[in-house]
């Protein structure tokens, strides 16, 4: 969840109107020995601990581990269920310090453009994407 944008001016979408689509939609947000290092260090725990509490296997990625969600169904378990904000913040991974880099999210963009469509403030599309090998 970036805040400004690579050029440093603001950015065109608003993490605080946002159910955390980038923080739910993604099966995998990859953790590096350097993130769950992080995470240990946030929690007061030990490198192992941090690594089965807070991380699995995703074929050959390590991942953060995911929970249900009451509105997007599944969502990483750092995701605040509530308040639709990261838990751990300052601890986050470095591929969600990155995301969107770039000027535009494109679910956020996917958001205004529903609510003008259903001229309703309050509808919050279901977002699922779907990864297919077609090598
Ligand atoms: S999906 Fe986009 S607008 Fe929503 S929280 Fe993530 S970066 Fe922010
Ligand atoms: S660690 Fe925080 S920013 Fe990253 S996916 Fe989880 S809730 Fe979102």
Redesign the pocket.
Known sequence: ??KTSANGSPPN???T???????AIYERVQVTKRDINRLAKHFGVPYETALVRYTRMYGDERVLRRRADPVLQQACMFLHPKT?RCRIYDARPQACRE??DADR????DM?EFERVQQDDSKVLPLVQITFRDET
């Not at 109107?17 to 923080?23: D, H, L, V």
């Not at 999210?105 to 956020?108: M, T």
């Open positions: 969840m970036k979408y608003d993490c109107k946002c159910p955390a689509y980038c923080c639709r995301y969107p999210c494109v679910y956020y958001l």
